[in-house]
């Protein structure tokens, strides 16, 4: 993969495939917040999965390159492209990729990439090197910055029983009366996917913390007639 010329062969086939009907629907969704090209996620994965096969020999340098490069590209398919990547090649990640991932959750932040980056990207990073999670997670905690603080929330969402319910406790302490929508919404996400395996610690953490009705009512979703085992 060479950064620049894959960028390159990637603008010229997206441009082919704009279509200003279906971007401005996209920007609509999404509060007008970016400008699209108006290219449906299956076309545009298969566009780039195309682009992808004529490029060998990847390196961490290209990688982290080319999503840096996607990240500053004005329509927000390539930020979707950048994320499609990453996790594409995540088998090369080093242990310095977490920063490349951290500058991608507070760029040009939304819900669509951030969930994205937290689920698939810091998710799969913190199983490769658990050693990062207390450092990484004790900052982004104290942040700010509130998609860094949902980044803490719900990279764990993939993996069930492997799930730190602890760490997750503790977070949600930290935030449960705060008043940001998203963050709100990730407390109660997390909870609802960890109820899929331990709908007791669920009502535990509720019981114990004073939630925020939106954050109890998303964790609850799929819990109300759930039958506790211990």
Same mark, same amino acid.
């Given at each position: 993969m ?10 010229s086939? /997206?441009?082919? $495939?704009? @279509?200003?009907? *279906?971007a401005?629907?996209m920007?609509?969704?999404?509060r007008?917040?970016f ?6 996620s ?9 682009a992808?096969?004529? /490029?060998?020999?990847?390196?961490? @340098?290209d990688? $982290? ?5 996607? /990240? ?6 390539w930020q ?14 080093d242990?310095?990729?977490v920063? !490349? *991932?951290? $500058?991608?959750?507070?760029q040009k932040?939304w819900? +669509? ?10 998710g799969?990073?913190? !199983? ?9 997670? $004790? ?6 910055? *509130?998609w860094?603080?949902?980044?803490? !929330?719900?990279?764990?969402l ?5 799930? @730190? ?7 949600? =302490?930290?935030?449960?009366?705060? #008043?940001? /929508?998203?963050? =709100?919404?990730? *407390?109660?996400?997390? !909870?609802?996917q ?5 709908? +007791?610690?669920?009502? +535990?953490?509720?019981? #114990?913390t004073?939630?925020?009705p ?5 964790a ?6 759930k039958?506790l085992t211990f």
């Amino acid at each position: 993969m060479k950064a620049h010329h894959l960028y390159q062969v990637l603008q010229s086939e /997206f441009e082919q $495939n704009r @279509d200003p009907v *279906i971007a401005e629907g996209m920007s609509q969704y999404m509060r007008k917040l970016f400008q699209f090209y108006g290219i449906p996620s299956p076309i545009r994965v298969d566009i780039t999965q195309k682009a992808l096969i004529g /490029f060998k020999g990847e390196s961490i @340098d290209d990688l $982290n390159s080319f999503v840096e490069l996607c /990240f500053q590209g004005i329509e927000r398919e390539w930020q979707y492209t950048a994320v499609f990547v990453l996790t594409k090649y995540k088998k090369i990640w080093d242990e310095k990729t977490v920063e !490349l *991932i951290e $500058n991608c959750i507070v760029q040009k932040s939304w819900w +669509d990439t951030v969930d994205l980056l937290a689920s698939q990207c810091v998710g799969y990073y913190f !199983l490769k090197y658990p050693q990062q999670i207390q450092t990484k997670i $004790n900052t982004w905690r104290h942040s700010e910055n *509130i998609w860094l603080n949902r980044t803490c !929330l719900i990279f764990q969402l993939g993996y069930k029983q492997q799930t @730190d319910h602890k760490l997750l406790a503790s977070l949600i =302490q930290q935030y449960a009366h705060s #008043n940001e /929508f998203f963050t =709100q919404k990730a *407390i109660g996400w997390s !909870l609802r996917q960890l109820g899929k395996h331990r709908a +007791d610690i669920v009502f +535990d953490i509720i019981d #114990n913390t004073e939630l925020k009705p939106l954050s109890k009512r998303e964790a609850l979703k799929h819990l109300k007639n759930k039958t506790l085992t211990f």
